[in-house]
């Protein structure tokens, strides 16, 4: 059985600032070593079920914060910047399930550790079908359109409960408490990796009994994906994609019938409105 990782950072026990899981800062080493803490806790619990062969995708900031010689379950890691399909690069219909790892809330939410919905320096809000949606949300769609459940979501407890929308029967491992968007209270990261190791065990048994619930996420058709951006240049600048049309001063809309189209769109205008954002 093939098991796909979207891993994160901003949802790992023990980690509440940008020092912490940004490549150069002081922290960083630290960091890194909760974050694959977790990563490998979440491989061994699948492979203790009969999961055989992982696939990593490292999916935060440069994308080079997992090394590969400290991946449990011999896994294929994916790492490095610009990737076709961003954080969701590498699955495809062939894994049975996905997990996302140390995920982290939406931008808007009300109490969530460095809570950010792909790039704070952009993005004000994303709704996906009239919803607010954050990451989990937003890379269901890839999710919905090559078939894959999704079977484990860890991080916050605010992660936890977005992502109850697209994926209900996921299991939910939650390794902090979100106290505001730079504090929280941690679980032991010991604790946590047990959880996390019991968590990706129950899913992937799940998956081998075939529990109906574990079915991919499905959205109505045609799917609307609505983003507001902090400024409205970054709104002109995304209508420079095909099919991408303004809704309001700083709200554009992609929409379509394709889940696999949307999300690329997506991640065009998520580059476009953060090179304005760099300047
Ligand atoms: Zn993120």
């Known amino acids: 059985m093939k098991l796909f990782l979207s891993t994160d950072f901003e949802g790992t026990s023990g980690i509440v600032a940008w020092e912490q899981i ?100 952009a993005i004000l ?10 990451e989990v949300g937003i890379n269901a769609l890839v999710a919905a359109h090559y078939g894959v459940p999704i079977v484990l979501v860890s991080g916050d407890d605010v992660t936890a409960q977005e992502a109850e929308s697209v994926a209900p029967a996921a299991e939910k491992i939650v390794v902090k408490h979100s106290l505001g968007r730079f504090a929280a209270a941690h679980l032991h990261p010991d604790k946590a990796c047990e959880l996390l190791r019991a968590g990706a065990q129950r899913a ?22 609505e983003v507001t951006f902090l400024v409205a240049d970054m709104a002109e600048m995304a209508c420079s994609v095909r099919g991408v049309e303004r809704r309001a001063a ?26 304005l954002a760099d300047r």
Request: net charge negative; aromatic share 6%; glycine share 10%.
């Open 250 to 275: 700083r709200t554009v809309c992609l929409s379509g019938e394709n889940l696999l189209d949307i999300y690329r769109q997506f991640v065009a205008v998520v580059m476009l409105a953060r090179a």
């Open 125 to 134: 809000e994303v709704r996906l079908n009239g919803q607010i949606v954050g």
């Open 204 to 225: 992937v048994e799940r998956l081998a009994r075939g529990d109906e619930r574990l079915v991919p996420p499905s959205f109505e058709l045609p799917v609307r994906l």
């Open 22 to 121: 940004i490549e150069g800062q002081p922290e960083y080493a630290q960091g890194r070593l909760l974050l694959t803490r977790e990563v490998n806790a979440v491989i061994s619990g699948a492979q203790e079920a009969g999961a055989s062969e992982f696939v990593v995708n490292d999916a935060h900031h440069f994308m080079r914060n997992l090394h590969p010689q400290e991946l449990a379950g011999e896994a294929i890691l994916i790492s490095g910047r610009h990737k076709p399909l961003y954080m969701m690069e590498g699955l495809d219909s062939s894994f049975a399930g996905l997990c996302f790892v140390s995920y982290h809330g939406s931008i808007g939410a009300e109490r969530a550790v460095l809570g950010h919905t792909y790039s704070p320096a």
